[in-house]
């Protein structure tokens, strides 16, 4: 699964890749080096998140493109185009973006299309009004500008690399690409109705995207507790666990499950569920007092992914096989 960055110089596509992949401060990215040429990122931190990100330069002009670029648009599932909400007018970028919607769709047709509205940050957009204004404008525009039906609409997103809209941004767009998302939804909801829980995560615990949650509405709230909660673990397990390390891998593992009760009355739990793969779940402090039957009914949840992810593995294999033997 690839997943194209596409936008203007200095629009912040590198910035984010090294934030949300290379856990790198937001502050240490204002000197950043201009991308001067296609660069790939594999993330594979645990079997269910795997995908590459191809970070195209600032430069990169639809109209000239060349064979290598094509290539890369043509097997990639999704486009992002990163557009500096900090750079008005935006007149200019959401012609190249829509060139590039036109000219994707028209040689890989299964493509998604994504607009990050970024850096939607600082003085400008202290007011949440003007965060809306700002997305209702370029969408509206966008729409006029595709009068062919054929084209799909793309999606749109705020974000920037000094919050968590830039995460959850992301966990969107890695679950528009995995097709098993719908069938663990599912299992999070029934999860979720047998065990009285208010909200449920699945956690890529090395980039802290969110690959699955239950289909009630996500709220920054509490996807900010339970992404904080991975920290506390992470770093208490460095601290005082058996192995005395700064590796997250060798910090978390199957025995890895926490429980912190917040004065609100909630209870947070987490439990390991794959190598580098946490289930962080809310529960009101007094549904919580039969704990046994939500580690049982996690361990079933847990046999149903591994079971849709082999499923998957292995029509691709077969897949790959059919295709060699023709
Ligand atoms: N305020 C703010 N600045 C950001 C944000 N994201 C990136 N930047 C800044 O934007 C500048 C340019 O970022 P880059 O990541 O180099 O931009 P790019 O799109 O990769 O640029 P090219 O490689 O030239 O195509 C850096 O100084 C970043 O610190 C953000 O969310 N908010
Ligand atoms: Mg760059």
Known sequence: MNIALLGNKRAGKTSILKVVFQKISPNETLFTESTSRIEEINVYNNPYTKFTIIDFPGTFQISQMNANERKYLQNCSLVIYVLDAQDKPYERSLDAFVSILREVHGMNSQCFFEMFIHKIDGDMFMNDDVKLEVLNEVSDSVRLKISDREIPEPSYS?????????????????????????????????????????????????????????????????????????????????????????????????????????????????????????????????????????????????????????????????????????
């Open 158 to 326: 705020l974000t920037s690399i000094y919050d968590l809209s830039i995460y959850e941004a992301l966990s969107k767009v890695v679950q528009k690409i995995t097709p098993q998302v719908g069938y663990l939804q599912n299992m999070l909801d029934v999860l979720m109705n047998h065990c009285r829980i208010d909200k449920v995560y699945v956690f890529d615990v090395i980039t802290k995207l969110y690959i699955a949650t239950d289909s009630t509405p996500v709220d920054l709230i509490s996807y900010e507790l339970c992404s904080d909660m991975i920290d506390v673990v992470i770093d208490v397990s460095c601290i005082y666990g058996l192995v005395e390390s700064e590796n997250i891998n060798s910090v978390f593992d199957k025995k890895s499950t926490a429980i912190i009760k917040l004065d609100s009355g909630l209870t947070l739990y987490l439990r390991e569920i794959e190598h580098m793969l946490a289930l962080v779940c809310l529960v009101k402090a007094d549904n919580f007092d039969r704990q046994h039957l939500i580690d049982y009914n996690i361990e079933c949840f847990r046999e149903g992914a591994r079971k849709i992810f082999e499923a998957r593995e292995k029509w691709i294999k077969d897949e790959e096989e059919s295709k060699s033997f023709n």
